[in-house]
């Protein structure tokens, strides 16, 4: 099963926008992480924030969590072309050692 | 350092035949993951090793799907006999150190089951 839900499911925005995605999840976590993927490729990994944070920073990427509302977002700053791929979220869940993704999103960036 | 390797890269069999697909994780890490993605759809764990021991299999279904990995390092997943609902992308992961890194993910297999 799968623990996120995320939204919106697509997101079409123009270069120089900012995208944001968020995640919902439904267990107590170690940390939440974030992954992209462009189309037929594995998953890259953009970053992870920790249960006892609250913002963390990399690059155009600035990502929140909010534990008391089990959710998090993902705001990609300036976007550009090469930014479009599907984004997952995925939990470390605290009752058990594997992580577990979330529904994604599809976002394209136009020129 | 060198990523995680996955083979074949594509694969397309008949309903009812057998396909292996084979992970070498990145060198020292201790923890392999297989995931099923479906089209559409986010990973799904199937198995998870710490070295050469099974941690969890809880969704890996067991009457078609098997998995090993000999001696801690490579992994083999296999499927006998395959649905088309076995259609997928199969996604192998290796990690470090539980909470610090995310995982690693190799390219994936993309299998289409006809």
């Known amino acids: ?111 | 350092e060198a990523g995680v390797a996955q083979s074949p890269r594509y694969k397309i069999i008949e309903k009812r035949q057998s396909v292996a697909f084979w992970c070498n994780p990145i060198s020292g890490h201790a923890t392999l993951y297989w995931y099923q993605q479906i089209l559409g759809q986010g990973p799904k764990l199937l198995i998870q090793f710490q070295n050469n021991g099974v941690v969890d299999d809880s969704q890996l279904p067991k009457d078609r799907f098997s998995a090993e990995r000999l001696k801690g390092v490579d992994s083999t997943l296999k499927i006998q006999p395959a649905k088309l609902e076995d259609s997928a992308v199969y996604l192998c992961a290796s990690m470090k150190i539980k909470g610090n890194y995310g995982y690693t993910f190799g390219s994936g297999t993309r299998l289409t089951v006809v």
């Open chain 1, 1 to 111: 099963s799968q623990q996120g839900e995320e939204d919106p499911q697509a997101l079409s925005i123009q270069e120089g926008e900012n995208a944001t995605m968020n995640c919902s999840y439904k267990t107590s976590i170690n940390n939440l992480q974030w992954y992209r993927q462009n189309s037929g490729r594995g998953l890259v990994h953009l970053i992870l924030i920790r249960s006892n944070e609250r913002e963390k920073h990399s690059g155009r990427l600035r990502v929140t969590l909010d534990t008391s509302k089990k959710s998090s977002s993902l705001l990609i700053t300036a976007s550009q072309a090469a930014d479009t791929a599907s984004y997952f979220c995925a939990t470390d869940a605290s009752y058990t050692d594997k992580l577990i993704f979330g529904t994604g999103t599809r976002l394209q960036v136009f020129p």
